[in-house]
């Protein structure tokens, strides 16, 4: 799921973006985009506070965020 979006999102990033991954996430050690992608999930049972900042539930209906 989120490492597959990860992967698929880093397609579609701007030349300027794609740099500016490169340095917020260095890839010297062995980790990519996606492991970014998951890297809330891995600190969540160490965070349980932030369960309900993982979910965003929209109704079908609405039109807007």
Known sequence: GHRTV???AQNYLSNE???LVDVLLPSGNGEDISDAAVWADAMRPQFPFTRPWHF????????HY
């Open 6 to 8: 990860a992967y698929l």
């Open 56 to 63: 965003i539930g929209i109704l079908q209906q609405s039109l």
């Open 17 to 19: 973006a794609a740099q």
